[in-house]
């Protein structure tokens, strides 16, 4: 084990006693989250084949959620635009995200034991930019509003003109949804707002049940990680399945 004066001793960017290859990490999250976010600001000013409602087919894509003046009576750009803005804050303010980002795009640091260099007094969180991620608990507040109303989604795209049916995308569309509620729920903030906060569950109001609720969510916040990723790439497909149908590339398959 190294002595303390050889690990003070490594203040050059990317110094470290590690000898495994530790930025291969990183690897995996810089180009999944890159391509997210080419894809996801490409569809936001696209525009159009968002929604399937001409094809007779009740899909809408997550990303325009809810629809808002699509005819553009009083917002001359992409609805989109006004929608993504609760997502994507929910998600880069997200505990993962951050670490994710921090290492991966910030290198501060790019990894664990691994010097972002010297030089820099650390602040955390507690200076601008980075305070403002403590908005995190109320972007997840929004983040609740837009499960509901894909919830709502997902459960018109099994009425096809007034009587149930199942289609690929209704599939897409609930598998989404059901990645999506999980991430969410999943949320540290949740888990805090539930009962982290409490010393004593049994000296609270309602402390059985929300004891109960805690471990539950706790369970789910155990593999944040894993929700954030698979709802990602989930809301991703989703849109790029129901804009296919929607331009004509792909016909959609009705199962029932």
């Known amino acids: 084990m190294a002595d303390s004066s050889s690990v003070k001793g490594l203040t050059r960017f990317g110094s470290t006693q590690r000898r495994d290859a530790w930025w291969i990490e990183n690897l995996p999250f810089i180009i999944v989250i890159s391509a997210f976010g080419i894809y996801t600001t490409w569809r936001a000013f696209e525009g159009k084949f968002y929604e399937c409602f001409q094809l007779g087919l009740p899909y809408l894509s997550p990303f325009y959620s809810p629809l808002i003046d699509p005819q553009h009576h009083w917002w001359p750009f992409s609805p989109?635009?006004?929608?993504?803005?609760?997502?994507?804050?929910?998600?880069?303010?997200?505990?993962?995200?951050?670490?994710?980002?921090?290492?991966?795009?910030?290198?501060?640091?790019?990894?664990?034991?691994?010097?972002?260099?010297?030089?820099r007094k650390y602040r955390g969180e507690t200076a601008f930019p980075f305070i403002l991620q403590n908005v995190h608990r109320y972007f997840f507040y929004i983040a609740v509003i837009f499960v509901v109303f894909l919830w709502y989604d997902a459960i018109v795209a099994f009425d096809f003109d007034g009587k149930f049916g199942i289609g690929v995308g209704t599939l897409v569309m609930l598998v989404n949804i059901v990645l999506l509620t999980t991430y969410t729920f999943s949320c540290h903030s949740l888990r805090h707002l539930i009962g982290g906060k409490l010393d004593c569950f049994s000296c609270s109001v309602a402390g059985g049940p929300r004891h109960t609720a805690w471990q539950g969510v706790t369970k789910l916040n155990e593999h944040h990680m894993f929700w954030a990723w698979v709802s990602m790439i989930s809301v991703g497909l989703t849109d790029l399945y129901i804009r296919l149908v929607a331009s004509g590339a792909l016909k959609d398959i009705r199962l029932l």
């Open 80 to 119: 989109a635009i006004l929608i993504l803005a609760g997502p994507l804050g929910f998600r880069t303010s997200c505990y993962y995200y951050r670490k994710a980002i921090y290492r991966g795009f910030l290198l501060d640091p790019p990894a664990c034991a691994v010097s972002e260099g010297g030089g």
